[in-house]
């Protein structure tokens, strides 16, 4: 089982849009997948069609999320928590997240084993999952630490615009932080894959002009690789996402990812060639 995490302390650069395309397309190569949503805005809980809920008195998720799993050191394995997801076919395990989270954070801080719970969980269900895919918050906070401390690999999608890149340098200094703690309890380096170029112009004169020195940057300046795979912008992807269905009277989300709602657009094609790039460089083959 490989853990990948994706972020980026730049907020609104696609780290979501990533962990659910990327995982269905992971899951369609027969790639037995779990996503983890440790993101307290729960985007990615909502990507992922599990609420179900129009009104928070029926909220389902608020005692069986992320936060229990990470509480609990005796109860709540991911196997009690994670549900079934059919925002892509075959189905994704999914482990959702909560507004909650918010409020639990510095409870957790000063809980010991906090950091390492999720490590100990995922020794659970190493036989149960070949990949799985961790949502993150913008910020440097106790959850995106939880998710670096557990993965053993990063990919981190960027925009590649000023403020982006400027986040490059706290992510490299957040990553050290995490290297140090990982070294204590006799963990590896987290691997990173690569900046994952997302949300990019197709516009001719930008992609012909502007995008190399864009991509260019990366490396130079950063010393960070950039991936092959480019998530170029498309109205595609944000329109899967906002699909809703009609329930007697009832709006209900009903996302899906774009390779269930337009296998043969160009966007589902890129993450198909994401997948493939990834899955290559965490040396599991396709
Ligand atoms: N390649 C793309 N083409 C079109 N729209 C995109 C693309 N990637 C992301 N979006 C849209 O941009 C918005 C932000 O994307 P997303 O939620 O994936 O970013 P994020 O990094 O997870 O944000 P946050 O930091 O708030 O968690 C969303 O509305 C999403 O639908
Ligand atoms: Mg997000």
Do not use: W
């Not at 229990?68 to 109860?75: A, C, G, P, T």
């Not at 995490?178 to 894959?193: D, L, V």
């Not at 992609?207 to 998530?231: A, C, F, S, W």
């Not at 990812?257 to 296998?263: G, H, M, R, T």
């Amino acid at each position: 089982m490989k853990v990948i995490a994706i972020y980026h302390n730049k907020g609104g650069v696609g780290k979501t849009t990533t962990v659910v395309n990327l995982a269905a397309a992971i899951r369609k190569k027969g790639k037995r997948v779990l996503v983890i949503d440790l993101d307290s805005q729960a985007n990615t809980t909502f990507a992922t069609g599990l609420v179900k809920f129009d009104d928070e008195q029926f909220d389902d998720i608020k005692e069986a999320n992320i936060l229990q799993i990470l509480q609990s050191e005796e109860f709540y394995p991911i196997s009690e928590i994670a549900r079934k997801s059919n925002f892509s076919s075959p189905e994704i395990d999914v482990v959702p997240a909560h507004i909650d989270l918010m409020k639990y954070e510095n409870d957790l801080i000063s809980l010991d084993y906090s950091r390492m719970i999720l490590i100990e969980k995922f020794e659970e269900v190493e036989n149960q999952y070949d990949v799985v895919l961790i949502d993150t918050p913008p910020s440097l906070n106790l959850y995106a630490k939880i998710a670096l401390i557990a993965a053993d690999f990063l990919i981190i999608p960027s925009d590649l615009k000023p403020f982006a890149n400027q986040g490059l340098v706290n992510v490299k200094e957040f990553l050290k932080t995490i290297n140090a703690y990982r070294k204590q309890i006799r963990k590896q380096p987290i691997e990173i894959i690569g900046v994952l170029p997302c949300k990019i112009s197709t516009n001719n004169q930008f992609v012909k002009h502007t995008l190399p020195q864009r991509l260019e940057v990366i490396p130079n300046r950063y010393g960070l690789n950039v991936m092959d795979t480019i998530i170029y912008e498309r109205d595609d992807l944000a329109k899967c996402a906002e699909k809703i269905q009609m329930v007697g009277n009832l709006e209900i989300a009903d996302p899906m990812s774009v390779i269930d709602f337009k296998p043969e657009s160009t966007s589902a094609q890129e993450f198909e060639l994401l997948a493939k790039e990834v899955l290559r460089k965490i040396g599991m083959s396709s």
